[in-house]
């Protein structure tokens, strides 16, 4: 399986203009640039995208984790956050922080932690990042 994102641009890096889509058009030349992604302008960056991705794919992984082990949540949200700091006269992503709370009804925390694990390290686009990644898992009543 192979799925493709694409991004145009023109201009300088701070006076540029660039967008953004993906194969499934739910992206359709979204707005990026210098301001978006530094600032606070209006549209996308890449570290949201990636975020975005992150905590869809940990979320999937999750749930899948969770049915092996005889689970069923009910909800769960993740919310991951991308770091990206200056390093070596440039850039780089160091880390990435996953906030996850879930309802799943008879869960014990132990086989809950596990399968979060589990999901952390096993996600695809985890093993896709060269970063610390971090999780804070939170089981609701």
């Not at 890096?13 to 979204?30: C, E, F, M, R």
């Not at 092996?68 to 780089?92: C, H, I, R």
Request: proline residues 3%; aromatic residues 6%; neutral net charge.
């Amino acid at each position: 399986m192979k799925r493709k994102g694409s991004a145009v641009w023109s201009g300088g890096l701070k006076d540029g203009k660039g967008t953004v889509s993906t194969q499934s058009g739910v992206l359709n030349q979204a707005q990026y640039g210098f301001n978006t992604r530094f600032e606070n302008g209006a549209g996308t960056n890449p570290e949201e995208l990636l975020a975005a991705a992150h905590a869809g794919c940990f979320t999937m992984a999750l749930s899948a984790q969770l049915g092996e082990a005889g689970m069923t949540a009910q909800k769960l949200e993740t919310t991951a956050t991308v770091s990206l700091d200056k390093a070596d006269g440039g850039f780089a992503i160091p880390a990435v922080h996953l906030d996850l709370v879930a309802t799943i009804p008879g869960a014990s925390e132990e086989a809950f932690q596990e399968a979060a694990r589990k999901a952390k390290e096993g996600c695809p686009v985890s093993k896709l990042f060269n970063a610390n990644i971090t999780l804070d898992a939170k089981l609701q009543a």
